[in-house]
């Protein structure tokens, strides 16, 4: 996958991450934390934008989130539970996501995005549930930009190191998920102090 993503930049990116949104197991907490690292220049000879690394995933999220709605639209719960297991579809994962679509309803589709495993299945209960394609494009697009952004700055911010810190992602995707949410905490932290300090020092001068 990182050879791909290194030869291939953008598009690979886009597919990687289209990919795991209609529900094909890839991890999207490496591709994109590879992602932002190759903009960092962990791959002597190919450091592509950042920025465009993360609207290429979030495109390849939305698009692949499409793929599955559709599915789940017009091929029914029913089609899925009999033809899944053969697509790498786990009635688990499918229950799991419909539970929490039936609980939040249409939020669920922001919200579960933010989540490891209900993100890469809650477009399937959305079509169950026949959610209009401009809502669902709307919470979807909203729910992809905070996880694609989050995993790519914290990528750059490994630059160089990435290969030690992609030694140890061996553990559960909640893992890496949790990692990625205290590193954006402490990035917020010293956002609004760094605010503050020059809040001060402005006030000062004046």
Sequence with gaps: MQHFIANFGYVAVFLLMAAESACIPVPSELIMLFAGALAAGAV?????????????????????????????????????????????????????????????????????????????????????????????????????????????????????NWQRVADAFHGPSYAIAAIVAVAAVVAVIIFVRRRRRTGQATGRSI
Excluded: H
Aim: proline share 5%; hydrophobic share 45%.
């Design 44 to 160: 002597p000879g190919s450091s592509p934008d950042l920025t465009l690394m993360i609207l290429s995933g979030t495109a390849g999220n939305v698009a692949g989130s499409y793929v599955a709605w559709a599915v789940g639209r017009y091929g029914g719960q029913a089609a899925l539970r009999r033809w899944g297991r053969y697509v790498w579809l786990k009635e688990e994962d499918i229950d799991r996501a419909t539970r929490w679509f039936d609980r939040y309803g249409g939020k669920a589709v922001f919200f579960g995005r933010l989540l490891p495993v209900v993100r890469t299945f809650i477009s399937l209960p959305a079509g169950f549930a026949r959610m209009s394609p401009g809502r669902f494009g709307v919470y979807t697009l909203a729910g992809c930009i905070p996880w694609t952004a989050a995993l790519g700055i914290a990528g750059y911010a490994v630059g160089r």
